[in-house]
T-cell receptor, first 111, second 116 residues
Framework: SQKIEQNSEALNIQEGKTATLTCNYTNYSPAYLQWYRQDPGRGPVFLLLIRENEKEKRKERLKVTFDTTLKQSLFHITASQPADSATYLCALIANAGKSTFGDGTTLTVKP | DAGVIQSPRHEVTEMGQEVTLRCKPISGHNSLFWYRQTMMRGLELLIYFNNNVPIDDSGMPEDRFSAKMPNASFSTLKIQPSEPRDSAVYFC??????????????FGNGTRLTVT
C-alpha cells in the first residue's frame, strides 16, 4: 500500500544549526513534492515545490532535495531560528491533482 | 485577498446531531478540497471538487458524510448523524488548477469539531 513517512515525531535543535527533515515514500510515483509549514491552530502554508526531474530547490534559508531512486525528499533549514519552530508536512502529488500528506515533523528551535 | 474562509472555527455538538461546516475558497480558484486532521491519522483528503464538480470522494468515511459545492464561492461538508469519532479539525483548501496540477494548496484555518 502507499505510504508516506516523515522522520521522528519531533526534532529539537539549537538556534543557528541546520535542521534536516526527511520524507520517505513507498508505492508512489509522484510527479511533484511539496513542503508545507503548519503552526498550532492554523492551516498548513505552502513553502516549496520540487519536480521529479529536479534534484534540488532553494528559497532563502530553505533547501529541498528530491531523490526518486531512494524515494526520499530532504528539507533543510539553515541558520535556524526559534521562529522556525512549527510542524512541517510533505505532500506528494501523483494522481491528477490529488495531494497526499505525510504526518509531519514538529521542529523546535531552542534559543 | 482574504484567503480561504471557514466557519465556524469551533463546533461542539452532541452525538446524533447534524453538523454543517462551511468554506469560501479564494476568488478565482477552481479546485476545492476538504481534509480532516487527527493525531492518529494525520491530514486525510476527504473529497475534492474541480469547477464545482466532485472529482474524487473516495476519502469520505461513510454515508454520514456529504459535501456540496453549489457555486464557485461556497462549499459545505455535512455530517449527519455525527459520532464522537468524527471529532477532528476539518480543513478546506483551494487552488487554481490548470493544465499542470502542481500549484500550491491554500488552506483555511480549519473548524475544530468536538462530538460528545
Amino acid at each position: 500500500s502507499q505510504k508516506i513517512e516523515q522522520n521522528s515525531e519531533a526534532l529539537n535543535i539549537q538556534e543557528g544549526k541546520t535542521a534536516t527533515l526527511t520524507c520517505n515514500y513507498t508505492n508512489y510515483s509522484p510527479a511533484y513534492l511539496q513542503w508545507y509549514r503548519q503552526d498550532p491552530g492554523r492551516g498548513p502554508v505552502f513553502l516549496l515545490l520540487i519536480r521529479e526531474n529536479e534534484k534540488e530547490k532553494r528559497k532563502e534559508r530553505l533547501k529541498v532535495t528530491f531523490d526518486t531512486t531512494l524515494k526520499q525528499s530532504l528539507f533543510h533549514i539553515t541558520a535556524s531560528q526559534p521562529a522556525d519552530s512549527a510542524t512541517y508536512l510533505c505532500a506528494l502529488i501523483a494522481n491528477a491533482g490529488k495531494s497526499t500528506f505525510g504526518d509531519g515533523t514538529t521542529l523546535t528551535v531552542k534559543p | 485577498d482574504a484567503g480561504v474562509i471557514q466557519s465556524p472555527r469551533h463546533e461542539v455538538t452532541e452525538m446524533g446531531q447534524e453538523v454543517t461546516l462551511r468554506c469560501k475558497p479564494i476568488s478565482g480558484h477552481n479546485s476545492l478540497f476538504w481534509y480532516r486532521q487527527t493525531m492518529m491519522r494525520g491530514l486525510e483528503l476527504l473529497i475534492y471538487f474541480n469547477n464545482n464538480v466532485p472529482i474524487d470522494d473516495s476519502g469520505m468515511p461513510e454515508d454520514r458524510f456529504s459535501a456540496k459545492m453549489p457555486n464557485a464561492s461556497f462549499s459545505t461538508l455535512k455530517i449527519q448523524p455525527s459520532e464522537p469519532r468524527d471529532s477532528a479539525v476539518y480543513f478546506c483548501a483551494s487552488r487554481r488548477e490548470g493544465q499542470i496540477w502542481n500549484s500550491p494548496l491554500h488552506f483555511g484555518n480549519g473548524t475544530r469539531l468536538t462530538v460528545t
